[in-house]
Every structure is written in structure tokens, then in C-alpha cells.
């Protein structure tokens, strides 16, 4: 902003991070931005170490980006939407791809324009409709790009209506897709509900987040690959995970189980109506099975659950009061076994949302060390952010340090999806990545006379599979 205004700046970046500011301030449109290195990382070093590296290297730095104009510097330009950009074998291609880091190092399908029209086929929208703007290259998002990726991924062309909503909860600022390639490496989940999940053969059973099934997997890997080469996240540029994850498969809902227990589906949860095709997205730092929860009944069955979540969420519980100021959303995959039993025990997803709420709680002590530790911020006081109203007064109900307080602001902030084998008593449970990938949910809109599109092209495959015998 301030070398927008005109003015002298110098913008102080570790040296771990020289290159994502590189990258950054490209997206930005200033791609000279004056940036000064501070040498190692400010987090490990002492006073005084840190002290002579400020003085011995980034003073100089700052200085000179201060007195000196920054050097021109014209960004490359883009090849255009329709361009051809490369012609070739399949080899040729994909080495052709990784060497330009449009690829994710496996084999991606040539995108070739007939590839691409058979995904246009299957939507009723302008491909040149842009769909958002991504952080952080601040590139638009259009159909076409959705369709270019959706090829490049594996996926199947009748996916495009899924990968078009999968887009616009991208670039919805509610999720916040310039937080995706921070420090801790958190990954999305794509969460699947509706009948859409059925019709293309999504797996919402046994090894649900497995790969091998090509819905599931071909559109998480598609979210990576659009992250990569729409929005801008590249291995040592944009995307600074410490250690980093891959992407994730699509999990569905087992909603026809979930209907028979009772229950209402997530897409309820998340503001829409049962039966409504929808995908649900939220960035996670990780995850943990927990295996053998036993018991007849809820009683029995719960403080597992509420263990597991307990042990799963440490420094993440800086997006509950800390920074995040209540976006800490843990999400819970219940087995189909699990959520059968606490049905039957006359339990709904809204009890056991506030089991959690009420079980799921750590010391105020506990709570207060976390933070402290975790956020470099030497004083932290429940009872101080509670005076000031910045936090639920449930924080700080006594100045007993012993005290349980929850993890979360509300009951409703626990996410709760029924997937995965329905003979197994397994619950799994993420840490979720609060306001850096906040949960969004979009509904996908299907074409005019999809149902008769779908029949089509399962005629057409049939077809070619009859040729090629």
C-alpha cells in the first residue's frame, strides 16, 4: 500500500520467505517491491544473535531500499486461454509440463481442445465466465481453467459441475485460498452431499478416503492442481508448507444411511436444504483414525470421541481465542456403526454437538500455556481477553486455573459427517486450520437435462468399450 502511495518502503522478510515475497509481490502487481532478508529465523535465534544479524545485514538492506529507486521489473507475459502451448506425444507432454511447473509430477492427461469441449458440454456457462479472483498471482478463475485442470486431473467431463462449485468456494474470501500454502501445510477436504454423489459413483464406504476410486480421486487432485496453476502455489514460491501434505480425496456423506438413522445430512448443518447437491470445503493440519470405539450406548461410546479431540487440537486452539477469535471448527467422521448407536440411544447431531462442547475441554491453565507457547505472546489472560468482551464469558467463569474450558465458542462450530465402513466402530477426527481455510459450503448447479446428459454419455462409454473389444 505504501509503495502504491508513492512512497519509500522496505518490507522485512526471514530468510525462509524471501522467495514467497518474491512470488507474492508479484501477484500483487508490484513485482520491484523493496524487501529486506533478516539471516535464519527470528524464532531460534537469542537478543543478541538476532541483534547482529539485523545490524550486521537487513539495516544495510532497508536502508538502501529507502534512498534507491527499485529496478524495473516487467512480469512474464501469459500465454492466452486458447493458445496452444505445446504439441507433442503423451511423454512429451507431461515432460514438457513438469518442467514448467504446471504438473503435480504424476502423469497428467493432455488437454487437448476436444478434451476440454466434452467438459463444456456437461454446463451451460460461458467458459470465459470468471468465477473469482485467486491470491495469491490475483489470476481469474474461469470455466474454461476449470475445465483445462478438470482434463489434466483424470477427472471425467460429467465432474464439471462439481469442479465449477468447487471454484467458487475457492475464491469465496470466507475460505481464505491465500492462506493455503502457510506454515503448518494444512490440506482441504472436500466434503460431498446430494444425489450428485451417487450418480457419479463417489465411494462414501469402506476406504472412503483411499485412493483408487477416480471420483474421489481425480477431483481432490484436481483442487491441487487448480491451486497450483490458477491461484499460484508452487513449492518454494507461494507455497511455504514447513513440511507440507498432498492432496486429499473427496469424502462424501453416507447420506442414505444418515436418512435412516434420522439424522440430518451436513448440507443441513451448513445452512442448505436436505437432498440439495452441495460441496463442502475446510482446510485441516491433520487428522488421526481412532480405532475400537466401544460401547452400547452414547454414554459409553462419547468420551472416546471427546478424548480424541481433545488430543488431536493443541497450538490449533489459537484460532479459538487467539488470532482466529472463534474459527476453530474440529471436524469429527463418524463410522456409520458410531452414528447408528448414538441414534439409537435417542441422540441427535445437535446432542452430540454439545456433548462435545461440554466434555471436549481442557484446563484454563492448559489452555493459557498453549498460547503463550505457541503464539510468542509472553502474557496471554483468559480473564483479560473475558473483561474486554473478546471472548465468550465462558472463558473465564473463575480465576481457578484448574477450570475446564471448551474448545470452541459454540456447539454448532463441531462439524460431523457419517462416512466411511459401516461395519467398523471407527471414529476419525481433524484438527481443523481455523480462519486460514475456513469451512464453505456451495451448492452445484446442474445443467438443464442432466439426467438425460448423464444416460448419454453412458451410452457413448458403452459404446467405446464395445469398439474396443
Given at each position: ?15 525462509g ?5 518474491a ?12 524487501v ?42 501469459e ?74 486431473a483424470g ?12 471454484v ?24 460431498l ?21 477416480q ?26 508448507a ?10 462424501p ?41 466401544s ?18 487440537h ?147 462409454d ?8
Amino acid at each position: 500500500m505504501v509503495e502504491a502511495a508513492g512512497r519509500a518502503s522496505s518490507t522485512l522478510v526471514c530468510e525462509g520467505f524471501l522467495s514467497a515475497a518474491a512470488s507474492t509481490s508479484i501477484g500483487l502487481g508490484m513485482p520491484n517491491l523493496p524487501v529486506a532478508g533478516v539471516p535464519g529465523h527470528p524464532g531460534v535465534q537469542n537478543d543478541a544473535q538476532l541483534r547482529e544479524n539485523i545490524l550486521g545485514t537487513t539495516l544495510d538492506q532497508v536502508i538502501d531500499n529507502l534512498l534507491r529507486a527499485p529496478a524495473r521489473v516487467q512480469a512474464e507475459d501469459e500465454p492466452g486461454a486458447r493458445d496452444i502451448v505445446f504439441t507433442g506425444s503423451f511423454d512429451a507432454v507431461n515432460r514438457a509440463f513438469i518442467a514448467r511447473g504446471w504438473s503435480d509430477g504424476l502423469p497428467a492427461v493432455p488437454p487437448t481442445r476436444a478434451r476440454i469441449d466434452a467438459f463444456l458440454r456437461c454446463c451451460d456457462r460461458d467458459p470465459d465466465e470468471v468465477l473469482g479472483v485467486l491470491l495469491p498471482d490475483s489470476r481469474a478463475a474461469t470455466v474454461w481453467s476449470v475445465a483445462v485442470n478438470g482434463v489434466m486431473a483424470g477427472c471425467r467431463p460429467q465432474y464439471m459441475p462439481l469442479l465449477l462449485a468447487l471454484v467458487e468456494a475457492m475464491a469465496d474470501p470466507y475460505y481464505g485460498v491465500e492462506h493455503s500454502g502457510n506454515t503448518p501445510g494444512g490440506e482441504t477436504l472436500i466434503m460431498l452431499n446430494g444425489p450428485i454423489a451417487r450418480q457419479l459413483g463417489f465411494n462414501c464406504e469402506q476406504g472412503v478416503m483411499r485412493d483408487g476410486i477416480q471420483p474421489n480421486t481425480s477431483v481432490g487432485r484436481f483442487w491441487r492442481l487448480y491451486l497450483r496453476n490458477v491461484a499460484g502455489f508452487l513449492p518454494g514460491g507461494n507455497d511455504k508448507a514447513t513440511f507440507g501434505n498432498t492432496w486429499r480425496v473427496v469424502v462424501p456423506e453416507n447420506e442414505a444411511f444418515v436418512e435412516r438413522i434420522g439424522w440430518q445430512p451436513m448440507s443441513v448443518d451448513m445452512g442448505f436444504h436436505a437432498g440439495e447437491d452441495t460441496v463442502t470445503i475446510a482446510r485441516y493440519t491433520g487428522g488421526n483414525h481412532i480405532s475400537s470405539v466401544s460401547g452400547s450406548t452414547p454414554e459409553e461410546l462419547m468420551p472416546y470421541v471427546a478424548d480424541a479431540v481433545v488430543k488431536q487440537h493443541t497450538w490449533q486452539l489459537m484460532f479459538s481465542v487467539g488470532q482466529g477469535k472463534g474459527t476453530l471448527r474440529p471436524l469429527i467422521l463418524l463410522g456409520p456403526i458410531i452414528a447408528e448407536t448414538l441414534a439409537a440411544g435417542g441422540w441427535s447431531k445437535t446432542d452430540v454437538r454439545q456433548y462435545l462442547y461440554d466434555h471436549a475441554r481442557v484446563t484454563a491453565g492448559e489452555f493459557e500455556r498453549i498460547l503463550r507457547d505457541w503464539t510468542n505472546k509472553p502474557v496471554w489472560s483468559l480473564a483479560e481477553e473475558a473483561r474486554l468482551r473478546r471472548i465468550p464469558q465462558v472463558y473465564h467463569a473463575s480465576d481457578d486455573p484448574q477450570r475446564l474450558v471448551p474448545l470452541v465458542w459454540d456447539p454448532d462450530d463441531f462439524m460431523l459427517l457419517v462416512t466411511g465402513d459401516p461395519a467398523r466402530n471407527s471414529v476419525y477426527v481433524f484438527a481443523h486450520n481455523g480462519v486460514l481455510g475456513y469451512p464453505t459450503t456451495k451448492l452445484v448447479r446442474l445443467p438443464p437435462g442432466w439426467a438425460g446428459l448423464l444416460d448419454e454419455m453412458k451410452r457413448e462409454d458403452e459404446d467405446a468399450g464395445q469398439a474396443q473389444a
